[in-house]
């Protein structure tokens, strides 16, 4: 039996205890002045909480996750499923329990001060000593804990603190996100000092109308508050006074005691510059508090923005106007420190996310970072704070289980607590995947009674019924909902809540088709109002391929090109040695492990355009302003047509004067030549200034439109033969592989999870089997009729071969039985001879597209290295595509190589690898490129839809099954 009493309470299987001597929650940043007491502690790691601590210490880095600092205990990943058996509250008894432990010098002018220790984030029981003595217990793996030490330690003098961290518990059965598995202290830890007479909480309410309310909790650790204390503000150099009307009030009211002070600091800023997303203005506020003499004892910093978030009808509203909710799910995550993060990491996110158009922020699934908050006020970001709730493993079990009800209200009145005072914060979520019950009511009543100034969402409460208002949601918030069901829903009559999905376009591997489709809809439909994709990062842990072991802090430096830097790879679930994991579902986000953007990052900044290109009438070229608040002042613009023959001209544009919502005529800046085919204007916007997060001229859309259609080319027929071989196969110089039929594709996430690609494999679509039919030579050229048979079904294929002047037309034809209902193409595939490293094409890019992921990519004469046109996705699957190529050549650098036009604008791709190259890797660093390029020429192309998680793409974007014909011409150059 153990004498420590943290320990004999078992509080890892006690979901009644959240806490025990935890300080409560407040919106006073202690950070600056505070003693911090990160970096090397003394560590140990035991097998189980009550095992006695004495064996050998090693060190450990806090903050951080003893799981990536070199212990034995690995990551693992499971998405619902809980990684041990026992059934909730109970842990298992193997229960990894790590011991941190360090000297801190109390500082001597600390006497007669108020000292607290606070402790950033531990997952997930957090147990803490002093000196040997029991201090506290805290749960909540995503907030801070805070303990009084004043009579345990001496100032001048050292003590010893010892945290330690209990990995499996009840909490874990609500914290069952999907995300990788931890342990450690992964948050700052600080000690900091206070006098007796501080402020315990200070609550700021800034209204749109300049209004001004800051109402300050005061207390004394003597007890009784001394006579005299009074607060004063100090709003960008105005001074605030107390409100004497509210103090009037306090000393009439008899419940009002001596030991609660409550004071409230109240004003109207004339002519407020107000806080949005588009242009989040913040003032500097200071609140003190003073003893009757005037000495200031405690000083507390803010910055307020003054916005209201109102929901009228079935819209939400900041400060009046009906925003679009342009948002990303955001974890706290780094592919070196896991949960750690980083200012300057938690910058970058935003940053990117800025230039990417994201104006929203979906905390999933618990409160990041405090700096992230600051961040988002600061750089302009609307954020939906998610308490640190997930039972989905056991969500009906959990959510009116009254046991676990204290740890409902706890986790979310403790993040209200907190985040209170961000402007950024809009809505607070209840949580995430945990059913609905009495104790999310419970939760959400205590808000609304604290704070009525913001909405509540759950998503659990919402799928009751999305109109329904007796649930726990402001907002009708699914996820994954099809387009269909919302659009529906809007035009019912029936909706009374905004809908905004929490969750929508799932960004596993190659994905987030008909996004486009998606803000067509919601932008032309009054009651969508937008929506968070899943998600932001994709959570590959740096790990080293020699010994398995994660790169950790101070490992391998991270590239920029998604790619994992040499020796290593992005593991994933099942990469540690976990046998019960799910795989690369941990990597589904819009950036690389690395931050670099995927393709999919181009297609959302398009479609979230500031300015738009909106038609093309006899006045001009007609624009408009798609932002809720600011002019076009800030952008900057320029002109590009595109013609057919291959050039580029540009001119600068002037950007007309627009509020939101305007549009204006500006003359076309050029003479569109006559003919010559296809003619497109793009408009290239840059900002025009710097801006706190993206300096001058950073591109930020690229709208487009078609001047002039296509025109048809001919080939001419020449005199002169064309080879083939016994079986029928193109024999020509440049190719080392013959063009054949392709109907397949390396499988995307998409493919696999949503049951597509099973579908094909049960078709044989992977291995057909080429048989020759016929082969004749006639006066156009050479016709070759061949078979390609699959499992359940076999496909008639024909390609004419004429000689043309410079080179050779191929004219094929693919008819697919009905049983061939949903192929991944129908197209030509063939490999060229190696050297060949420089693609250049007219069509949609630079980046890669395909026919549901197409509107950020405008038509253009690209140019790109053929290394480059591949994306590196964590497990890889069909890469690299390029939508809409009207032509293309490829060619060696001494400009030898070959040319292909194709009869239409055609999906096409070129990269190193054959789809089953692709398909029997499980990771990036396993890709043998081969010497030549695979060259893939599509009639059609399947969408790549969401069906990982969510809706496929729209039945517009299949493959029919049926008579397809495209023809092609290849050149040398
Ligand atoms: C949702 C869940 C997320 C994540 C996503 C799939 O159901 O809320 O946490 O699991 O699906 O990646
Ligand atoms: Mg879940």
């Known amino acids: 039996m153990t004498s420590d009493p943290l320990i004999a309470l078992r509080p890892w299987e006690a979901p009644e205890v959240t806490s025990w001597g935890r300080l409560p929650m407040n919106a006073v940043d202690r950070r600056s002045g505070a003693l911090p007491l990160d970096g090397d502690w003394r560590f140990q790691l035991l097998s189980a909480p009550h095992e006695p601590v004495g064996g050998s210490w090693s060190s450990s880095y806090v903050p951080g996750a003893w799981t990536l600092q070199?212990?034995?205990?690995?990551?693992?990943?499971?998405?619902?499923?809980?990684?041990?058996?026992?059934?909730?509250?109970?842990?298992?008894?193997?229960?990894?329990?790590?011991?941190?432990?360090?000297?801190?010098?109390?500082?001597?002018?600390?006497?007669?001060?108020?000292?607290?220790?606070?402790?950033?984030?531990?997952?997930?029981?957090?147990?803490?000593?002093?000196?040997?003595?029991?201090?506290?217990?805290?749960?909540?793996?995503?907030?801070?804990?805070?303990?009084?030490?004043?009579?345990?330690?001496?100032?001048?003098?050292?003590?010893?603190?010892?945290?330690?961290?209990?990995?499996?518990?009840?909490?874990?059965?609500?914290?069952?996100?999907?995300?990788?598995?931890?342990?450690?202290?992964?948050?700052?830890?600080?000690?900091?000092?206070?006098?007796?007479?501080?402020?315990?909480?200070?609550?700021?309410?800034?209204?749109?109308?300049?209004?001004?309310?800051?109402?300050?909790?005061?207390?004394?650790?003597?007890?009784?508050?001394?006579?005299?204390?009074?607060?004063?503000?100090?709003?960008?150099?105005?001074?605030?006074?107390?409100?004497?009307?509210?103090?009037?009030?306090?000393?009439?009211?008899?419940?009002?005691?001596?030991?609660?002070?409550?004071?409230?600091?109240?004003?109207?800023?004339?002519?407020?510059?107000?806080?949005?997303?588009?242009?989040?203005?913040?003032?500097?506020?200071?609140?003190?508090?003073?003893?009757?003499?005037?000495?200031?004892t405690d000083t507390s910093y803010h910055r307020v923005g003054f916005r209201d978030v109102t929901i009228v009808g079935r819209d939400l509203l900041v400060n009046g106007e009906r925003v679009f909710v342009r948002g990303v799910n955001r974890h706290d995550f780094h592919p070196l420190t896991g949960r750690t993060v980083s200012y300057e990491d938690m910058r970058a996110d935003l940053v990117l996310l800025k230039r990417f158009g994201f104006n929203a922020i979906r905390t999933a699934h618990y409160p990041n970072d405090p700096t992230l908050y600051d961040l988002a006020d600061e750089l302009g970001f609307y954020v939906v704070d998610e308490a640190d709730i997930e039972s989905h493993d056991h969500a009906h079990e959990i959510a009116d289980d009254p046991r676990y009800l204290n740890a409902f209200v706890d986790r979310v009145s403790r993040m209200v607590l907190r985040d209170k005072n961000h402007p950024s914060v809009i809505i607070w979520s209840l949580g995430n995947e945990s059913d609905y019950g009495a104790n999310h009511d419970a939760a959400a009543g205590w808000v609304r009674r604290h704070d009525p100034t913001r909405p509540i969402q759950y998503e659990g409460a919402a799928k009751r019924g999305w109109a329904d208002p007796e649930l726990a949601s402001d907002i009708a918030c699914p996820m994954y909902a099809p387009l269909e069901d919302c659009v529906a829903h809007a035009l019912s009559g029936e909706q009374t809540k905004p809908l905004i999905q929490c969750e929508y376009s799932h960004a596993m591997g190659n994905s987030n088709g008909t996004l486009a489709d998606h803000w067509a809809a919601i932008e032309a439909t009054p009651g969508l109002q937008g929506g968070f994709i899943w998600e932001f990062w994709d959570h590959g842990i740096l790990q080293r391929v020699s010994d398995g072991r994660p790169a950790g802090r101070g490992g391998a430096g991270l590239h920029d090109n998604g790619v994992a830097a040499p020796g290593h790879r992005w593991a994933y679930g099942g990469d540690f040695g976990e046998s019960v994991h799910d795989g690369?579902?941990?990597?589904?986000?819009?950036?690389?492990?690395?931050?670099?953007?995927?393709?999919?990052?181009?297609?959302?900044?398009?479609?979230?355009?500031?300015?738009?290109?909106?038609?093309?009438?006899?006045?001009?070229?007609?624009?408009?302003?798609?932002?809720?608040?600011?002019?076009?002042?800030?952008?900057?613009?320029?002109?590009?047509?595109?013609?057919?023959?291959?050039?580029?001209?540009?001119?600068?544009?002037?950007?007309?004067?627009?509020?939101?919502?305007?549009?204006?005529?500006?003359?076309?800046?050029?003479?569109?030549?006559?003919?010559?085919?296809?003619?497109?204007?793009?408009?290239?916007?840059?900002?025009?200034?710097?801006?706190?997060?993206?300096?001058?001229?950073?591109?930020?859309?690229?709208?487009?439109?078609?001047?002039?259609?296509?025109?048809?080319?001919?080939?001419?027929?020449?005199?002169?033969?064309?080879?083939?071989?016994?079986?029928?196969?193109?024999?020509?110089?440049?190719?080392?592989?013959?063009?054949?039929?392709?109907?397949?594709?390396?499988?995307?996430?998409?493919?696999?999870?949503?049951?597509?690609?099973?579908?094909?494999?049960?078709?044989?679509?992977?291995?057909?089997?080429?048989?020759?039919?016929?082969?004749?030579?006639?006066?156009?050229?050479?016709?070759?009729?061949?078979?390609?048979?699959?499992?359940?079904?076999?496909?008639?294929?024909?390609?004419?071969?004429?000689?043309?002047?410079?080179?050779?037309?191929?004219?094929?034809?693919?008819?697919?039985?009905?049983?061939?209902?949903?192929?991944?193409?129908?197209g030509t595939v063939f490999e060229t001879v190696a050297g060949l490293d420089l693609l250049e094409w007219f069509g949609q890019g630079p980046w890669e597209s395909y026919p549901d992921r197409s509107a950020g990519a405008p038509v253009g004469h690209h140019r790109v290295p053929v290394d480059a046109l591949f994306t590196p996705y964590l497990r890889p699957q069909e890469s690299g595509g390029r939508h809409g190529v009207r032509h293309f050549t490829l060619s060696a650098p001494d400009a030898t190589g070959l040319r292909v036009a194709l009869d239409r604008p055609r999906q096409v791709s070129v990269t190193r690898y054959r789809a089953e190259d692709l398909t029997a890797a499980r990771h990036h660093d396993e890709l043998v490129p081969r010497p030549g390029c695979v060259v893939h020429l599509d009639a059609a192309h399947r969408g790549l839809g969401t069906a990982s998680c969510g809706p496929d793409t729209a039945p517009s974007y299949l493959v029919a099954p049926g008579l397809h014909r495209w023809s092609w011409t290849l050149r040398a150059l």
């Not at 300015?611 to 320029?638: K, P, T, Y």
């Open 70 to 296: 070199g212990t034995d205990d690995l990551p693992r990943y499971t998405n619902v499923r809980m990684p041990f058996a026992e059934f909730p509250p109970a842990s298992p008894t193997a229960n990894p329990t790590g011991v941190y432990e360090r000297e801190v010098d109390v500082p001597a002018e600390w006497a007669g001060r108020r000292i607290v220790l606070q402790a950033g984030a531990a997952e997930s029981v957090l147990l803490v000593h002093v000196d040997g003595r029991p201090v506290g217990i805290s749960k909540d793996s995503h907030l801070a804990a805070e303990f009084d030490l004043t009579g345990l330690v001496r100032p001048g003098s050292p003590a010893t603190v010892r945290l330690t961290v209990v990995k499996w518990s009840d909490a874990s059965h609500i914290e069952d996100q999907d995300q990788w598995w931890h342990g450690g202290i992964t948050r700052s830890v600080l000690l900091y000092a206070t006098d007796p007479l501080y402020l315990a909480d200070v609550t700021v309410r800034a209204r749109y109308s300049g209004e001004l309310r800051v109402d300050c909790l005061v207390r004394d650790a003597g007890g009784a508050l001394p006579e005299g204390w009074y607060v004063t503000g100090e709003l960008d150099g105005r001074l605030l006074t107390q409100d004497a009307e509210f103090d009037r009030a306090n000393a009439e009211d008899e419940r009002v005691s001596g030991f609660l002070g409550e004071a409230r600091l109240l004003t109207v800023v004339p002519e407020v510059r107000t806080w949005n997303a588009e242009t989040p203005e913040l003032y500097d506020l200071t609140v003190r508090l003073h003893r009757a003499d005037g000495t200031v």
């Open 584 to 826: 690369a579902f941990i990597a589904d986000g819009v950036v690389f492990p690395d931050r670099t953007p995927k393709p999919v990052m181009y297609e959302h900044r398009e479609i979230a355009a500031p300015v738009r290109i909106e038609c093309f009438r006899h006045e001009g070229i007609v624009l408009s302003n798609h932002q809720h608040f600011r002019g076009l002042d800030w952008l900057a613009g320029e002109w590009e047509l595109v013609l057919a023959d291959g050039t580029t001209l540009t001119a600068p544009a002037e950007l007309p004067d627009l509020c939101p919502g305007e549009t204006a005529a500006v003359p076309l800046p050029f003479e569109v030549p006559r003919d010559g085919g296809e003619a497109w204007l793009t408009l290239r916007v840059t900002t025009a200034e710097d801006q706190p997060w993206a300096p001058r001229g950073t591109e930020l859309c690229l709208p487009q439109i078609r001047l002039r259609g296509l025109a048809v080319a001919t080939d001419v027929p020449v005199d002169r033969r064309v080879e083939v071989d016994a079986e029928g196969l193109l024999v020509h110089p440049l190719l080392t592989a013959a063009p054949t039929l392709s109907l397949w594709r390396a499988p995307t996430d998409n493919d696999e999870l949503g049951g597509i690609a099973p579908r094909w494999q049960s078709w044989g679509l992977d291995a057909l089997v080429r048989k020759v039919v016929s082969v004749r030579e006639g006066a156009g050229g050479v016709t070759v009729e061949a078979e390609y048979a699959g499992t359940t079904g076999v496909v008639r294929h024909r390609q004419v071969f004429t000689p043309v002047e410079g080179g050779i037309r191929v004219a094929e034809e693919a008819e697919l039985p009905e049983a061939f209902d949903d192929v991944a193409r129908v």
